[in-house]
């Protein structure tokens, strides 16, 4: 049995009469039918829908794409239409959009938007910032919280936190500021041989390594290894809704998983930090042992005789404050995460590059205010 009259028409010129059953069980059929009138000028029909037997909104849409909007509503002048029929297609019609508003926005000069972008970049910055502040004065709160009620005290995860983020990253930290130290003293001797003082390098060595070297590597180093674990740890927690769990139960998921992670780092970065000026100053040692003649003897009796103690205290002094923004940074992320696996990898990246940034615009700041001072 044969669904579709359609089509039918009446003359050559313009009117086309519509006929059959116009529902959604002969979409693809009318469809078909429709493709050559598809192709050719919508405005040159005159449509005639009273001679539709069933029709539906599937029915309307085929016609509206085919013939265009503006045949379909002259088509609703016709009275011989049904009031169902009539209210039907007008429904149809006011649910297509109009060409105005799907027309493209238009484009704004190049200026106006970078402007906006960089407006918007700083907005966020300084929103960041500000919740940056406020979770640290949260850990703070926690942390006297804490002081105060001895049972709080979570020793266990705090001795856990600073094996895994203090001890199993000496090796690390000790190799990398060793070849570093190394490096510094070749370059070094290199270059002082042509004034004669290649004596120098032990000081170049030992005042790089004691005021900035060893901080910046082994918080560089900390950054992407514990703090990216911090963020991927509580991320995965947030995930799974177990801090969730914990606000539930009345417990202050704070004081349980961020108050020991950053304790943890602060008793970490300063031994990290002095077996890294260590090693620096050994790598050096043995660069100038083999390349410049100069003993080991005789490189510690000039540090003995003519490098100041308050390096060391300057560069040691720097660890605590680093270890405090690597740990905050890398828990806030966690934190931030919104629930989804995906989200974790993006938090635990932002947290190192934030983490990086953050540590070498301290140590610039540091640096400018020691030289004011004359520290």
């Known amino acids: 049995m044969e669904f579709i ?9 313009s009117h086309l009469v519509l006929v059959g059953d116009w529902t959604v069980n002969n979409f693809e059929k009318i469809k078909s039918k429709l493709q050559p009138y598809s192709t050719q000028n919508q405005e040159k029909f005159s449509l005639k829908l009273d001679h539709i037997r069933q029709l539906d909104t599937a029915g309307v849409l085929l016609i509206a794409d085919t013939f265009g909007r503006q045949s379909l509503e002259k088509a609703l002048e016709n009275h011989a239409l049904s ?3 009539q209210a039907m297609i007008q429904a149809v019609i006011k649910a297509i959009p109009q060409e105005e ?3 493209p926005a238009p484009k704004e000069a190049w200026p106006i938007r970078l402007f906006e972008n960089v407006g918007l970049a700083v907005s966020n910055t300084w929103k960041e910032f500000i919740h940056w502040i406020g979770f640290f004065g949260m850990v703070i709160a926690s942390f006297l919280y804490i002081l105060s009620h001895r049972k709080e005290w979570r020793m266990t995860s705090l001795i856990a ?4 983020s203090g001890f199993k990253a000496a090796p690390i930290v000790m190799l990398l500021c060793f070849m570093v130290g190394a490096v510094v003293a070749f370059l070094g001797a290199t270059v002082l041989e042509s004034f004669g003082a290649q004596v120098y390098t032990v000081h170049l060595v030992t005042y790089s390594f004691l005021r900035e070297f060893a901080i910046i590597l082994t918080a560089i180093l900390v950054a992407g290894r514990t703090a990216s674990a911090y963020t991927a740890q509580l991320g995965s927690m947030k995930v799974n809704e177990e801090i969730d769990a914990l606000r539930a139960s ?12 950053v304790l943890a780092l602060i008793i970490a970065m300063p031994i990290l930090t002095f077996l890294g000026m260590l090693s620096g100053i050994l790598g050096g040692m043995l660069v100038a042992a083999l390349s410049m003649d100069i003993s ?5 009796d000039i540090i003995n005789n003519t490098i100041d103690v308050k390096h060391f205290l300057v560069g040691i002094g720097k660890a605590p404050i680093f270890a405090v923004v690597v740990a905050i940074t890398g828990c806030l992320e966690g934190f ?3 629930g989804s696996a995906e989200s974790v990898g993006q938090h635990t990246t932002a947290s190192v590059v934030k983490c990086i940034f953050l540590v070498i615009l301290l140590d610039a700041l540091f640096a400018i205010f020691f030289m ?4």
């Open 372 to 375: 004011e001072m004359g520290w």
């Open 336 to 338: 931030n995460v919104s």
């Open 296 to 300: 080991p003897r005789l490189f510690f």
């Open 5 to 13: 009259k359609n089509l039918k028409e009446e003359n050559a010129a």
């Open 250 to 261: 009345g417990v202050d998921p704070l004081s349980i998983l961020v108050v020991p992670r």
């Open 83 to 85: 009031k169902e029929r």
């Open 161 to 164: 936190n600073i094996d895994n």
């Open 101 to 103: 508003s799907i027309q």
